[in-house]
């Protein structure tokens, strides 16, 4: 319980709305199973954890909520 599933981007990045997706694989290329999952945003000042639900009969997850330097926005 509350392991690193998969790092998807980490690197410095410009403010603004940026978006990711996410093939439901780990980290070593396994699919993942259906289910609940947390996801994390940090930047200098702000981190916030939010719950997503994959659902492995869809292609690909598209997290669309990744604002970077717009924490009242997220």
């Not at 439901?24 to 290329?29: L, Q």
């Not at 659902?55 to 997850?61: A, T, Y």
């Amino acid at each position: 319980v509350g392991q690193k599933v998969r790092t998807l981007r980490s690197e410095t990045m410009q403010p603004g709305y940026h978006s990711m997706v996410w093939d439901g694989r780990n980290d070593v290329g396994s699919q993942v199973a259906t289910g609940m999952y947390f996801y994390s945003i940090q930047t200098g000042s702000f981190q916030a954890t939010k719950k997503m639900l994959f659902l492995n009969n869809l292609n690909e997850l598209v997290l669309k909520k990744a604002l970077v330097g717009k924490p009242g926005l997220f």
